[in-house]
């Protein structure tokens, strides 16, 4: 069974670091792409960044360009979203999404997600 | 503003069939058979309920049904039940970025 399991998120001041965490398990985590989508209480959702199987490949949103980084750690099946100069309007619910490719560009879709760590960002 | 366009809510009856939309352009939705659609219920995850237009995943509801025609992609909802009120999302594979772009959403009220 696929389960991602995100943490980290929390309450941060504007400006402020946090770095999300989502644990995988039940499925080859090298040999697929993986992404962060996010979703502003109310509002829909917003993809934030995805990066390859291997990890050779990352993409992000303008939103988030040169602020946020995604990592893949292989040995631990673990996914990362570090958040640097964090603003009001990063506040949203950040889900772990598994793709179904291994690639950014192949055609593809998030088969599986997780339950989303929260993200507040006070001014 | 999101890429796709979806009607931000429709409604049914128990029993009755629904059909919300997603209309894109001839770069996303137009152009490729690689539209997915999420369902989302409050306070939860979003759930794959269909990929690749029409295909379903194990475990989904044969009442769920996906299709497209030119650049809008159709997801319709057949014999309508209280649990399927919730909000769904479309997703189109891009000539320019995959998988990054969503509809702006629709809720579904069962009445």
């Known amino acids: 069974e696929v389960q991602l399991v995100e943490s980290g998120g929390g309450l941060q001041q504007s400006g402020g670091s946090l770095r999300l965490s989502c644990a995988a398990s039940?499925?080859?985590?090298?040999?697929?792409?993986m992404s962060w989508v996010r979703q502003a209480p109310g509002k829909g959702l917003e993809w934030v960044s995805s990066?390859?199987?291997?990890?050779?490949?990352?993409d992000y949103a303008d939103s988030v360009k040169g602020r946020f980084t995604i990592s893949k750690d292989k040995s631990k099946n673990t996914l990362y979203l570090q958040m640097k100069s964090l603003r009001p309007e990063d506040t949203a619910v950040y889900y772990c999404?598994?793709?179904?490719?291994?690639?950014?560009?192949?055609?593809?879709?998030?088969?599986?997600w997780g339950q989303g760590t929260l993200v507040t960002v006070s001014s | 503003q999101s890429a796709l366009t979806q009607p931000a809510s429709v409604s049914g009856s128990p029993g009755q069939s629904i059909t919300i939309s997603c209309t894109g352009t001839?770069?996303?939705?137009?152009?490729?058979?690689?539209v997915s659609w999420y369902q989302q219920h409050p306070g939860k995850a979003p759930k794959l309920i269909i990929y690749?237009?029409?295909d379903r995943p194990s475990g989904v509801s044969h009442r769920f049904s996906g299709s497209k025609s030119g650049n809008t992609a159709s997801l319709t909802i057949s014999g309508l039940q209280a649990e399927d009120e919730a909000d769904y999302y479309c997703?189109?594979?891009?000539?320019?970025?995959?998988?990054?772009?969503f509809g702006g959403g629709t809720k579904l009220t069962v009445l």
């Open positions: 997703s189109s594979y891009t000539s320019s970025s995959a998988l990054k772009v």
């Open positions: 990066i390859s199987s291997i990890g050779g490949s990352t």
């Open positions: 690749d237009v029409s």
């Open positions: 039940g499925f080859t985590f090298s040999s697929y792409a």
């Open positions: 999404a598994k793709c179904s490719s291994a690639w950014l560009l192949d055609p593809s879709y998030f088969d599986y």
């Open positions: 001839s770069s996303d939705v137009g152009g490729y058979n690689y």
